[in-house]
């Protein structure tokens, strides 16, 4: 019996694809945002207001299990936007997402990735993204830091959506604030309610603010 | 679920490596799974033995090493693991900041016959 020592990265087929979609995004001077979220935690409506909220052109890549209800809901709203269907698959990958990047006409501006309803699978393949959104609401709970980690590890914002809903429920904003902090110092924190539109004008400016800098760093 | 696929790419880069040295059977795969990652490690060896079937690497043993996260006290520096719904330190009770460890996931080596 030989050992064989051979240290790869097992995602690095994804990693590869994702680095080319880096490059084309950046070619057609893009910043990418990929928003990460439970089912429900209300990624559509909070791209919808951010949308409406930003200065700059902006387009969606849509991914979804099997429906379109999403992206028609983009569409309606003539927002440049390209459905991906993952077939089942928990996660988008940087495959899906270069076929997505290569078929969406859309230049100069924001693009948000909606990936999949899911804390933990999305949160480990990287999409060529220049950062990952995660966003949280009031509804699931305080603990997700704890019970997520790896998501709000990675993530360069922090959203805590639904925050209306703040006093119908229990949610302790030390403890989410506390857990997130020990795992990630530098990731500013925002909060909004995608259904009342509080807290986007803050966010949209950050946002806008980022797309300047990444404008001028090319 | 995400196991399904990085097994997948697991699976590729066994028998790609394998294939480049000439190599008839793989008996042994050692990979590498930091806590942070989530990826459960039955779920890995179940889609393995799956999606080995029929090739160099069909009946391999899959030996996993996890690695714990891992974090600084930001008060006393104690080096701790987290517990369920905290991360503060045992010792002192002050929080605790994330050490870059935890997030890997790579194939380590693979022992042939």
């Known amino acids: 019996m030989d050992e064989i020592v051979i240290i790869r990265d097992v995602l690095e087929a994804n990693n590869n694809v994702a680095h080319e979609n880096k490059t084309i995004k950046d070619e057609r001077n893009i910043l990418m945002v990929n928003i990460i979220g439970s089912p429900g935690t209300g990624k559509t409506s909070f791209i919808l207001r951010a949308i409406e909220n930003l200065k700059v052109p902006c387009a969606v890549i849509e991914g979804d299990v099997t429906s379109d209800i999403d992206a028609r809901k983009m569409a309606e709203r003539n927002i440049p936007v390209v459905q991906i269907n993952t077939g089942g698959s928990c996660h988008l990958n940087a495959g899906s997402v270069n076929r997505a990047l290569k078929s969406l006409s859309f230049d100069n501006g924001i693009v948000f990735i909606e990936n999949v309803g899911n804390l933990i699978c999305p949160s480990g393949f990287e999409l060529g993204e220049d950062f990952k959104l995660a966003l949280a609401n009031v509804t699931e709970g305080d603990d997700k830091p704890y019970k997520y980690p790896l998501l709000f590890t990675k993530a360069k914002a922090v959203v805590l959506n639904k925050i209306d809903m703040l006093p119908y429920f229990e949610f302790d ?46 | 679920m995400h196991e399904l696929s990085v097994t997948q790419s697991l699976v590729d880069m066994v028998i790609e490596e ?47 090493k996890i690695v714990k996260a891992q974090f600084k006290c930001r008060q006393c520096g104690n080096i701790f693991e987290r517990t369920n719904f905290t991360f503060n330190c045992p010792v002192c009770g002050a929080t605790g900041v994330l050490v870059d460890k935890g997030k890997e996931f790579y194939m380590e080596s693979i022992e042939v016959e």
């Open chain 1, 173 to 218: 904003k030390k403890f989410f604030y506390d857990g997130i902090r020990a795992l990630n110092q530098e990731v500013p924190f925002f909060e909004v309610s995608a259904r009342t539109g509080e807290g986007f004008g803050e966010f949209a400016k950050w946002l806008e603010e980022k797309y300047y800098k990444f404008r001028q760093s090319k």
């Open chain 2, 18 to 64: 394998a294939q480049k040295r000439n190599l008839k059977k793989v008996t042994k795969v050692t990979v590498v799974i930091g806590e942070l990652t989530g990826l459960e490690s039955e779920s890995i060896k179940f889609y393995f033995d799956v999606l080995s079937e029929n090739t160099v690497a069909e009946g391999a043993e899959l030996v996993f």
